[in-house]
Each structure stands twice: as C-alpha cells, then as structure tokens.
C-alpha cells in the first residue's frame, strides 16, 4: 500500500533530478541543500533558522522548492541525493524511515523534550500546528458557530465549507467527534463511520488543491467556514478574511524537517535540525508564522505572538479539546484512506 500511494505522487512523465525548483545540490562540505514550501514560509525559515545556524557554524544554505516526496524518491534510487533538508509531511519519513529517509540519532535530539506521539526513528517535530475550525463572521451576523457539530450542520449554518483535498486534514476527526466519538477514544478511526457523517455535508464541501487556494477562497467570500492549518488561517485573516476560530474540537499536527536518504552532509543536516529546535529559535520561528514550539520545556506564554496570532493558536490556555492526530496511525493507513477520499469524492 505504501509503496503504490508513493508511485501515485510521482508525475506522469519522467522525473528528472535537474527540473525546475529541484535544485542541483553543492559539493561544498559546509553548505546545506534546504527544500521547503516555497513562499513566506520558506523565508521565515531562512530568518529563524537558517541564518542563526550559518552565524554560528559558518554553514551557507541552498533553498529550493517545493519539497516534493516524489523527488526524494527519485534522488534515492537514482543514488544522486541532492538535498540535505526538507520541510515535509513527517508520513513519508515514517513510511519509509531507512529506505528513503535517514535516521536521526543526534544526541540533542531526545524524544523526551517533545510530546508523547509526536516522533519517529526518521522526524521529531521542529514545530506544531492545528487544523483550525473557523467562521466567516461577516456571514453569521446572528448565531454563531461555537462546536464542531455546526460545521456538520448546513441548516442551522448555511453555506459552503472549505477543506485542503488531502484526508489528513482534520475533517475526519472532526466528523466523528461530530458523530459523537470522543476525542480519546478517536483512534483507530472509523473509517466507515466518518465517510457516513461526510455524506451529509458533501455537496457542501469545496475541496482545495492547495493552502494558497483556500487562503484566497477564505478572501473571496466563497464559503461560510473552514478546517485549514494554523498559519493559513491567519494569512487569511491578514488578507481581509473576517474568520473568528471555534475552540471546541481540532487535531493538532506537527512540521517536521528531514533528510533524504543518502545525503553526503547528513551529520551537518542533523546538526541543523538539533539548532532548529533550541529554544531561541523555536521562539523566533514561532513568533514569525504563529505555529507553536514542538520542545515541551519551551513556555508558550514567552512567545511574542501578536494578537491575531494568539487568535487562531491551538496551543494558548482554554482551547477547547485537542487530539494529537496519531502517528503511528496515519502512517500506516494513508494508503487506504487516500484511495477511500479519491472514491468517495467522484462518488
């Protein structure tokens, strides 16, 4: 299963390590090959974290983008690895950890500083997100949306429903608390029971092919409410879009970076990860794209987080119930429940 949901992510066509965004790695012992998401995200990280790191160990940094798991793949077999880092789902490095992807084993990197759940042989998490329910208030000028059942519920709240088309996206989770599940007793999901309570709602649904689209659909006023992550809620918000987050129920997810099997720098690369997660750059990081620090030791409070920040943080006192989306789990389901949301939309 795993391996045919990572053939379904390369193109068709050829994939060439030399394609535009790929980057063509260095020779240089002490410069790093960083593939990330491109945009504003990618120049936080060059602010928080990579240019601290270069100040203090005089490595350079080569950004590239996007952080493709097709291309990993392709690098690996080929046995040309060119990038060093990447900022990418933590699945891929759980699903194929030794194969695809190295293991970490510096010693500053103790599973103990982050929370239960959160890592793996291949990943610990740099920082840590929500999938954040929210409202158009300009929509709602009488009753509010305050629980998670209201985003199930087109008659009370009308309109449509904003989601990025991937099924690791916090709807399932959502559908079952909605359905009555209680968030600790979530996993394993029922797969089943979840697609049923989506049915009710899924000729309200629009499914977005990218957290850019569903920032610019938030904008355009194109749907009522929203289940998106953290930092493109409040690119949302800072974009016009009048959202008022509810905490009754979200998933909570981290970011991870990784290093692709085989790279010639993986000491230097784990070296660069250890850094990433100290508590000045953590704090930095946080500050910038209003995620939370992943090490348990760091004070939410000390972030200097601005007010619309604070507004849609998941992990700020009084948010309502949160359930770490499971690891272990996902990583080894994606397969399935990747093909299920394939069907069930063209259904």
Known sequence: MRTRYFLALVTA??????????????????TLT??????????????????????????????????DPAQVRAMV????????????????????????????????????????????????????????????????????PSTIKDFFDTK??????????????????????????????????????????????????????????????????????VITVTARAIAAADSGANLKAVWDFNTTDIGALVIPKGS??????????AFAVEPEQAKEYAKLTGTAPARVDIDINSVDYSDRQKSFNAFLPDRGRLTEQSKEWWIEHTDEVLERWTEWKVG
């Open 264 to 273: 010639p720098r993986s000491k230097l690369a784990q070296d660069a990860i």
């Open 34 to 67: 960083w593939a990330s998401t491109g945009g504003q995200f990618q120049e936080d990280e060059k602010t928080a974290l990579q240019k601290p790191f270069t100040a203090a160990t005089d490595t350079a940094f080569q950004n590239v983008s996007p952080a």
């Open 77 to 144: 077999k080929s046995g040309r690895t060119i990038w060093d880092l990447a900022n990418m789902s933590w699945i891929y490095a759980g699903a194929y950890c030794g194969t695809l992807y190295e293991k970490l084993d510096h010693p500053d990197l103790d599973r103990d500083l982050f929370p239960k759940g959160t890592t793996g042989d291949c990943f610990v998490p740099t920082y840590r997100f929500a999938n954040v329910f929210s409202y158009n208030e300009d929509l709602f000028p009488g009753k509010k």
């Open 13 to 30: 066509g050829t994939l060439t390590l030399t394609a535009c965004g790929s980057g063509s790695g260095s020779d240089d012992g002490r």
């Open 156 to 225: 009370g709240f009308p309109g449509k429903r904003i989601v990025f088309d991937y099924p690791k996206n916090g709807l399932l989770e959502a559908a079952l608390v909605s359905d009555g599940v209680k968030p600790d007793e979530l996993y394993p999901l029922d797969v089943d029971r979840a697609f049923r309570k989506l049915d009710t709602i899924k000729s309200r649904l629009i499914f977005a092919p990218s957290y850019g689209a569903v920032q610019q659909m938030l904008v355009d006023k194109q749907a009522s409410m």
